[in-house]
C-alpha cells in the first residue's frame, strides 16, 4: 500500500495536510463516506454551533429580556427576531472563514493587518471577552444571593472560585460538562415556557411584536441597543471561526461545501432553540409585568426588574421552589456562558499573539478583571447598580462590534482569502447591509446619547468642555477606525488550495458527481490538530 504525504503550509503554522491514500476503491480508515448516511455525517459536525449558542443565553440576555418585557411589554420581540437572523449569517460566515481557510479570525487578522492596528484590535477582543463574562460573573452573584443569602458583593468576589471548580469538573470531560451545563439551562427555559402555558400570553401581541417594528416609551431605543448587543457579540465570531477546526474537513470543493452547509444547520436549529427561549423570557415579564390586575407588590418587582429578584416571576408555576430553581438555573446560566468566553480567550491571545495560556489561568485572569468593577458597583450601587452594569456591559459589546464583524465581512467575500468558497454576490450585499446597518444605529445612538446626556446634566460648563475635549476625538477616532476597516484592501492570501495527484486534482475540479461516492473518501481533508478543544 503506498502512502503520499504532501504538507503545504498556509503562512501561519496551520498546515493543511494533503494525504493520498491507496487507489481508488480503497476505503480511507479515516472516513468513508461512501457507507455513511448523510444524517450521521451530519452529526459528525454537530457541536460548535450549539456551544456558541450558549451564549445567546447567558444572564445578560436574560437581564435585557426581563427588563425589556417589563419596560416595553412585547414591543421589541422583534430585536430579537432580527437579531437572531442576523446572528445566524454573521455566524454561518465565521464558520465558513474557518472551514475555508484552516485559520480562525484572529489568526487571518494578525496575518492580514499591520503590528499596530493588530495590537489595538487584539486589546478590543480582550475587551469583549471581558465585557462579557461581566454579566456572567454578576449572574453567579445572584445566584449564590438566592441561594445562600451572601450578599453580592460577597457573591461577586466568589465567583473567583467557580475557576477551581470547573478545572475539578473538566475531568470528566468538555464535551460532558457543557452537556451537563446545557441541561441545567434548559431547566430554566422549560420553567419559563411552562409559565407560559400557566399565563397564556396573547397569541397577537407576541406575533405582533415579533414582526411588527415599534420603538415606544422612554427608553425603548436603550433598551433595542441592548437586547441587540447582548445577541450578538463580538467575541462569538472568534470562537466560531475556531470551533470548526477541531473537525476533520475533506480539501474537495464537495467536502468543504458539506462541511458549510452542515455548520449552517447545526447553527440555525441551535440559534432557533436560543431564540424560542429569548421569546419565552419576555414574554413572562411582559405577560406578569403588563396585566391589568397586577399586584402592587409585582408592580413594585416589576419597576426595578433585575436578575437577582426575577424568581417572583416563575411562583405559578413552582410555588416556594422557584427561587432555588430559578437560581440553579440562573448559576448555570452564567458557568456555561464562562466555558465560551474562555475558548474565546484562548482563540483571541492564540491568534493575535501566538501565545498558548493555561486555561485556569486564563480564566482567573479574565474574572479577576470582570469582578473588579462587579465588586465596586455592588457595594456601592447594590444589586439594582450591578443590574445596570450588566446594561452598560451589553453596550460595550455594541459598540466593539464593528471591530470584529468588518473584518469578517471582508475575509468571507474574499477571493484571496475564500478561493472559490467566498460569499456570493446576495450574501455579500445582504450581510454588509445589515451589518453596515447596525454599526451606522450604534454609532448613531452613542453619539447622540452623549449629546444628550453632556447638554442636560447639570454639570458645570468647565467639566462638560473638559469632558468634551477628551471624548469627542476619541469618537472622532472610533468612526475613522471604523472606516479604515471598511475600505482597506486584503493583501495577504491565506487561502491555500489542496494538491494531489493528477487524476485526483481533476476530480476535485469536475466535482465527484461522475467518480462514484467511493472517491470522495479518498480526497484530500484537513487536518487541523492543534486546535482540538481538549488541547486547549
Known amino acids: 500500500m503506498m502512502h503520499q504525504e504532501q504538507q503545504v503550509s498556509n503562512g501561519n503554522n496551520n498546515p493543511l495536510v494533503a494525504v ?5 476503491g480503497t476505503s480511507s480508515p479515516n472516513h468513508d463516506s461512501s457507507k455513511t448516511p448523510g444524517w450521521k455525517r451530519f452529526f459528525t459536525y454537530v457541536g460548535p454551533g450549539f456551544l456558541v449558542s450558549l451564549a445567546y443565553l447567558d444572564p445578560g440576555n436574560l437581564e435585557t429580556d426581563l427588563q425589556a418585557g417589563a419596560n416595553h411589554g412585547y414591543e421589541l420581540l422583534w430585536i430579537i427576531f432580527i437579531g437572531l437572523i442576523f446572528a445566524l449569517l454573521i455566524q454561518s460566515l465565521a464558520a465558513n472563514l474557518g472551514v475555508c481557510t484552516g485559520k480562525h479570525l484572529a489568526e487571518i487578522c494578525k496575518a492580514e493587518y499591520p503590528l499596530f492596528m493588530k495590537y489595538c484590535l487584539w486589546i478590543l477582543a480582550e475587551l469583549a471577552v471581558i465585557a462579557s463574562d461581566i454579566p456572567e460573573v454578576i449572574g453567579t452573584a445572584f445566584a449564590l444571593n438566592i441561594l445562600f443569602h451572601i450578599p453580592v458583593w460577597g457573591g461577586v468576589l466568589l465567583t473567583g472560585c467557580s475557576t477551581l471548580l470547573f478545572l475539578g469538573l473538566q475531568r470528566f470531560g468538555v464535551r460532558k460538562l457543557e ?11 422549560g420553567c419559563f415556557f411552562g409559565e407560559m402555558k400557566y399565563l397564556k400570553p396573547p397569541a397577537s401581541g407576541v406575533v405582533e411584536g415579533v414582526f411588527i417594528p415599534k420603538l415606544n416609551g422612554n427608553g425603548a431605543v436603550a433598551d433595542a441597543i441592548a437586547l441587540l448587543g447582548a445577541l450578538i457579540m463580538p467575541h462569538n465570531l472568534f470562537l466560531h471561526s475556531a470551533l470548526v477546526l477541531s473537525r476533520k474537513i475533506h480539501g474537495s470543493e464537495r467536502g468543504v461545501n458539506d462541511a458549510c452547509r452542515y455548520f449552517l444547520v447545526e447553527s440555525g436549529f441551535a440559534l432557533f432553540v436560543a ?10 415579564s411582559a405577560t406578569v409585568c403588563t ?11 416589576c419597576s426595578d426588574l433585575t436578575l437577582n429578584s426575577a424568581s417572583f416571576l416563575l411562583k405559578n408555576v413552582l410555588g416556594r421552589s422557584s427561587s432555588v430553581i430559578y437560581a440553579i438555573a440562573l ?19 492564540q491568534g493575535f499573539l501566538d501565545l498558548k495560556m493555561e486555561k485556569w489561568i486564563r480564566n482567573l485572569l479574565t474574572r479577576i478583571v470582570a469582578i473588579a468593577p462587579s465588586l465596586v458597583v455592588a457595594i456601592i450601587g447594590g444589586s439594582s447598580g450591578v443590574g445596570r452594569l450588566i446594561i452598560i456591559a451589553s453596550m460595550i459589546l455594541s459598540f466593539e462590534i464593528p471591530f470584529a464583524l468588518i473584518p469578517l465581512l471582508k475575509f468571507s467575500s474574499s477571493s484571496i482569502k475564500m478561493g472559490t468558497h467566498k460569499n456570493s454576490m446576495i450574501v455579500i450585499v ?20 452623549f449629546v ?14 473638559s469632558i468634551g475635549i477628551i471624548v469627542f476625538p476619541l469618537m472622532a477616532l472610533y468612526i ?7 475600505f482597506r484592501k486584503d493583501r495577504v492570501k491565506t487561502f491555500v488550495e489542496v494538491k494531489d495527484d493528477p487524476v485526483m486534482q481533476a476530480h476535485m475540479e469536475k466535482g465527484f458527481g461522475n467518480v462514484g461516492q467511493e472517491e470522495l473518501s479518498n480526497a484530500p481533508y484537513r487536518e487541523v490538530g492543534q486546535v482540538e478543544l481538549s488541547k486547549i
Do not use: C, R
Not at 179 to 186: C, D, E, R, W, Y
Open 452 to 465: 444628550g446626556w453632556i447638554t442636560h446634566n447639570g454639570l458645570p460648563k468647565v467639566a462638560n468642555v
Open 179 to 189: 452537556l451537563l451545563i446545557s441541561v441545567l439551562v434548559f431547566i430554566m427555559a
Open 291 to 301: 396585566a391589568k390586575d397586577i399586584t402592587a407588590e409585582n408592580v413594585k418587582s
Open 430 to 449: 445582504i450581510s454588509w447591509i445589515l451589518g453596515l446597518g447596525v454599526i451606522g444605529i450604534k454609532v448613531y445612538y452613542l453619539i447622540t446619547a
Open 480 to 486: 475613522v477606525s471604523v472606516i479604515y476597516l471598511t
Open 20 to 24: 493520498n491514500v491507496t487507489p481508488a
Open 275 to 284: 431564540f424560542l427561549i429569548n421569546i419565552a423570557v419576555i414574554s413572562v
Open 331 to 349: 448559576l448555570a446560566s452564567g458557568q456555561s456562558s464562562s466555558i465560551t468566553g474562555t475558548y474565546a480567550g484562548q482563540f483571541i491571545m
